[in-house]
């Protein structure tokens, strides 16, 4: 159903050239890149730029390469399983999670697309399970959360979150992207970092103000007069002028419940906040102005109009408009402990530039299988544009395990080529 869901979007594309369809891409002709993925706990912008990070402050300042000293074999492997061991950066390690994972990626091409194709064990069995709302007898209340919330961590809300793998993508425009990869948009201040802002920092902030943002979260150093304190942001029409002239990062994100049931991959971008891209995109909320949902499960369908907390790890809990979801009825007998999504899917909803990407996954045998299909040549203002012979640098990330935020396992930059030499050499389809 995932894949015909996707093959169906790029045949409606219309168009001259014909895309390839995904499903039926011969991936084992297509050379396997490993990339190692190492837990990078608070390792922020400002750690690596102290003391504390061993003498290379001059050399982050100059802008040297993370590889230039880093470039043990298996170095990302002692990096993870020390910060994740909560050795170091870590102040609330995860219990039983994993410091490394490899990440196996494949890229390919033709007139319409590139393709990348990533691979990954998982810590545990993912679900495409994500947080909720829960019926009290009285409202309805947030249910589950990722493992570094507080109220998780307390054993107060069960460890509930979705599976992502993350590419970032920058053209050349990003000073120092090429060196120091995803680091740049990691800060002290935003979630789950070291001197996390209040909300009350957040609103007295004239940039988060100006953008209507209640938190602080990725951006680039040149999105702030100091580039190591996220409250001294530029002013609104300074980011733009940065933007226009492209020095800005594209993140393009497969998530395991909000996307992948209806074929779709998350389209954002990266400078003085972690965007989403214009227009609308595969999932939206599911809470109107009154906190009630807005739509429930089609009991005819789904078997009965909400999960239960039993379901979660069970039974896939994705609700989707024009398959399973109706208008949410409010005198439908709601019980104590009835639960429902917290985002209503839809593919056909999803509009705009934030719509761009396609992809679906399949996780079997303790694996994840993901395909993206990012169309070239892109010309909206949020958008990097792919082209035949271009050259890329990307950063990787996935999130495994029911965690979000930093969470994540993350590696070293790599370059991309589109039929041009790098890293990871996409692959001229016939
Ligand atoms: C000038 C050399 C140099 C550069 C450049 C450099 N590092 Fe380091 N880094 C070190 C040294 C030395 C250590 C300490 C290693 C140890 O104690 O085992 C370290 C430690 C770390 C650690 C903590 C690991 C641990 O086990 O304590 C992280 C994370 C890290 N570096 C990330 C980075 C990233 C990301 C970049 C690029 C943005 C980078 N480093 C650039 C030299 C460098």
Redesign the pocket.
């Known amino acids: 159903m995932k894949r015909s869901a996707v093959f169906f979007v790029l045949a409606t594309l219309g168009g001259t050239a014909l895309a390839a369809d995904p499903a039926k891409i011969d991936w084992s002709k297509i050379p396997v890149v490993n990339v190692p993925l190492f837990y990078?706990?608070q390792?922020s912008y400002e750690w690596?730029l102290s003391d504390a990070?061993?003498?290379?402050a001059?050399?982050?300042r100059r802008g040297?390469?993370?590889t230039?000293?880093?470039d043990e074999p298996d170095g990302e492997k002692?990096?993870g399983n020390?910060?994740v061991a909560g050795?170091?950066?870590e102040p609330t390690p995860p219990k039983g999670k994993n410091g490394h994972i490899d990440l196996k990626v494949q890229a390919a091409f033709d007139d319409r697309n590139a393709y990348l194709r990533f691979q990954w064990k998982t810590n545990g069995k993912p679900t495409g399970d994500y947080p909720a709302y829960r019926f009290d007898g009285k409202e309805w209340k947030p249910y589950g959360g990722p493992r570094l919330n507080a109220d998780v961590r307390a054993g107060k809300q069960p460890a509930i979150y979705e599976d992502r793998v993350s590419v970032m993508i920058d053209d050349g425009k990003v000073p120092n992207f090429a060196?120091?990869?995803c680091?740049l948009t990691c800060h002290d201040g935003e979630r789950d970092m070291p001197k996390q802002a209040t909300k009350e920092e957040v609103a007295a902030n004239p940039l988060l103000s100006a953008i209507k943002k209640a938190d602080v979260r990725k951006y680039l150093p040149a999105s702030r007069n100091d580039p190591t304190d996220w409250k001294s942001g530029k002013s609104v029409e300074e980011i733009s002028k940065i933007k226009a002239e492209g020095g800005f990062l594209d993140l393009i994100q497969w998530r395991s419940h909000r996307t992948n049931p209806v074929g779709g991959v998350d389209d954002g971008y990266v400078l003085d906040w972690r965007h989403f891209d214009a227009g609308k995109n595969h999932f939206a909320s599911n809470l109107d102005e009154k906190k009630q949902p807005k739509f429930m499960f089609d009991a005819a369908k789904y078997g009965t109009k909400a999960m239960s907390a039993d379901d979660f790890g069970k039974k896939e809990n994705f609700l989707i408009k024009g398959s399973n979801a109706v208008p949410f009825d409010p005198n439908a007998g709601w019980k104590e402990g009835d639960i429902l999504p917290q985002y209503v899917l839809s593919a056909a909803d999803a509009s705009g530039s934030a719509a761009d990407n396609k992809g679906s996954g399949v996780w079997k045998d303790g694996m994840w299988t993901v395909v993206m299909v990012r169309p070239l040549g892109l010309t909206n203002a949020d958008d990097k544009a792919l082209k035949a012979g271009g050259v890329y640098n990307v950063g990787f990330a996935v999130h495994d395990d029911n965690i979000t935020s930093r969470g994540h396992h993350v590696g070293?930059v790599r370059s991309l080529g589109l039929g041009a030499k790098a890293d990871i050499e996409a692959v001229k389809l016939p």
């Open positions: 990078p706990g390792s690596l990070h061993k003498g290379a001059k050399e982050m040297d390469a993370c230039f000293c880093h002692d990096i020390n910060l050795k170091r950066l060196k120091q990869g680091w070293w």
